[in-house]
């Protein structure tokens, strides 16, 4: 029988709460563990459960197939959500995942469970995260507004665990952006990485799991979503079709501001100084934690940035506009530069800048293929066996 066995917890010296728990099948074994800093929180206020471990694990599980017991107790209505995630993802990656038959110690009966209200949400410091953190802490958000109180970021997922240097610099920056909003800061390390699950698939998962820790706490597990209703990749792991079935009766999963394109969220971030100062964009430079200037991700913020009036982003380094258009024009950055002609059409800046007619002649040239490149040994191994699909790229008429 594969199996979940979860060990005690534990508080390490430093105050931080130590969750761990293996799965086990065939002759393999996984080992994952959650180091929990949470200000003053005990371990009996954080979730060591079934509602946890599933989650983390769940993607690996499906790799398997099969059957799973978890030796401890599980929400009933989580793990009719599981069941439904699972047949979607299995549905959608035939190739990569098989269904899968949880059991637990005991299904516990949830279905008079009501929804908290108070929120946490996941906070990387970039601008998805910036948005949804901001909006909601001021209640910007309209009839969507949550009661945001926390946000958590994670060490191991986009900076690895053993970056210890460029981990304590970018949670620093995140920790002062998040306290500005009046908010608690906590934070999670992971060794997710190390099951080698398709991590473009799976972290979700991974950011779902380290949220339900705080389940107790917090009705609503909140995450900035990337990507548009009118252009999200599909499937993705983080989508606005699967996303919600990890939710519970007690917990609702909510994927935010997946209306909204960058360049609106640059809108909204523009009127947020710490956010300005300290927002983190950037995966390709060689310190992750500070942007690198050099990459079209950077080049696109800060055009995205200048378009809502802010002409120097303190949290990138300054560029001339040579060197600010000098990026090859893919499908990615023609699907979010596009809405910046559109934006500026609505609200125009006069005079009309240089930099504005620079990124007309940039998108009037075409997406610039470059020859594809051969592929090595690795990427050929862990290449994605379906390809994604943008549901619909919107374009405006210009
Ligand atoms: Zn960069």
């Known amino acids: 029988m594969n199996t979940i066995s979860l060990s005690p917890a534990t508080v390490l010296p430093d105050g931080g709460i130590k969750l761990s728990a293996t799965l086990s099948y065939g002759f393999h074994s996984e080992k994952q563990y959650l180091i929990v800093q949470a200000k003053d929180k005990k371990p009996q206020q954080l979730t060591h459960s079934g509602d946890v471990w599933s989650i983390i694990f769940l993607h690996k599980m499906m790799e398997v197939g099969g059957q799973f017991h978890i030796k401890s107790t599980l929400s009933k209505s989580l793990w009719r ?205 060689d310190n992750l934690s500070s942007n690198c200037g050099k990459c079209a991700k950077c080049k696109r913020t800060i055009i995205n940035f200048k378009a809502v009036g802010i002409d120097a982003l303190p949290c990138i380094p300054a560029l001339t506009e040579e060197e600010l258009f000098d990026f090859e024009l893919t499908q990615v950055e023609q699907k979010e530069m596009l809405p910046v002609l559109e934006y500026l059409e609505h609200h125009p800046i006069t005079p009309t800048p240089s930099w504005v007619q620079k990124l007309k002649n940039k998108l009037s040239a075409g997406i610039q293929e470059s020859k594809p490149r051969k592929r090595g040994f690795f990427a050929r191994l862990f290449r994605r066996r379906k390809k994604q699909t943008p549901v619909n790229i919107v374009r405006p008429n210009n």
């Open 81 to 285: 959500g599981i069941d439904r995630y699972v047949k979607a993802w299995c549905q959608t990656n035939p190739d990569q995942y098989r269904d899968i038959e949880l059991t637990a110690d005991e299904l516990v009966d949830d279905s008079d469970s009501t929804v908290k209200q108070k929120a946490i949400s996941c906070f990387s410091g970039g601008l998805d995260a910036c948005f949804t953190a901001y909006r909601h802490a001021k209640a910007l958000a309209g009839p969507q507004s949550l009661p945001l109180k926390a946000c958590l970021m994670l060490h191991g997922a986009d900076i690895r665990k053993d970056y210890v240097d460029e981990w304590r610099a970018a949670s620093a920056d995140a920790r002062s952006m998040v306290e500005d909003l009046g908010l608690d800061f906590y934070t999670i390390e992971t060794n997710f990485r190390d099951m080698h699950c398709d991590y473009g698939m799976a972290y979700f998962s991974m950011l779902v799991g380290c949220m339900r820790v705080f389940e107790k706490d917090f009705g609503y597990l909140m995450l900035g979503n990337d990507g548009m209703f009118t252009s999200f990749l599909y499937p993705h792991g983080s989508n606005p079709v699967t996303n919600h079935f990890l939710s519970s009766a007690a917990n609702e999963i909510v994927t935010d501001g997946a209306e909204f394109g960058r360049i609106q969220k640059a809108a909204l971030v523009s009127k947020w100084e710490k956010g300005l100062e300290k927002l983190r964009v950037c995966w390709q430079g």
